[in-house]
Structure formats: C-alpha cells, structure tokens
Nanobody, 124 residues
Framework: QVQLVESGGGLVQAGGSLRLSCVAA????????MGWFRQAPGKEREFVAV????????SYADSVKCRFTVYRDNAKNTVYLQMNSLKPEDTAVYYC?????????????????WGQGTQVTVSS
C-alpha cells in the first residue's frame, strides 16, 4: 500500500511557475514509477508526465513538453513537477500516481495508487 499526498498548487498568472510535490508513505518508493495527471472541469483525467522507477527516464505529454519537468528524490520519497510558462489551459486538479509496471505508463488504468489532487489555476 502506498499513500500519496500532493501539495504546491495555487493561483498563478499566465507565464508564471509552480512546483508541485507528491510525498509517498512507505519504504519502497524507489520501486515505483511516478506519474502526474490532471483533470479539468468536464474533461477526462489526462496524462502529464512520468518518471520511471529505474534510471529515472521521463516522458511527457506533448502539451507540456519543454515547459514542465518531472523529477524525484528517492531519499525524501518525493516526486516533483516543475511547471513553467503556465497557460490558462493548464488549469486543472493535478494528481500524482504510483505504479509498479515496467513499461512507460501513460494511462490511468496502469496506476495502482493515487493522491487526492491539488488545484492549479492559471489566470490570463
């Protein structure tokens, strides 16, 4: 069992930056690949980024590539999402998720554990 708690959301103007954090409870954090998803009102939850358990390889949605960076600190059981050059269309609830799958997981059904989400609002 892995418990995930996100933080760092808030209100920011377009062009600004935010850093989201997700802390995992448990001693096996390094064995999980960690993903970030987001869900805007009336829309399905969508993939944002993932950092793999082995080697730290990353993958991003095209919509956030070159603006967002995912990284992890296994000593702190924490995964981060640095978001730069934010746009109003980035407004959503952001969720972190954990999976033990070995392939690059970009779908919600591939994840076993989810956090409660943190709201990000980007004003124009």
């Amino acid at each position: 069992q892995v418990q995930l708690v996100e933080s760092g959301g808030g209100l920011v103007q377009a062009g600004g930056s935010l850093r989201l954090s997700c802390v995992a409870a448990g001693r096996t954090f390094s064995t999980y690949s960690m993903g970030w998803f987001r869900q805007a009102p009336g829309k399905e939850r969508e993939f944002v980024a993932v950092i793999m358990r082995s080697g730290g390889a990353t993958s991003y949605a095209d919509s956030v590539k070159c603006r967002f960076t995912v990284y992890r600190d296994n000593a702190k059981n924490t995964v981060y999402l640095q978001m730069n050059s934010l746009k109003p269309e980035d407004t959503a609830v952001y969720y972190c998720a954990a999976t033990s799958r070995s392939l690059v997981p970009r779908n919600t059904y591939e994840y076993d554990y989810w956090g409660q989400g943190t709201q990000v609002t980007v004003s124009s």
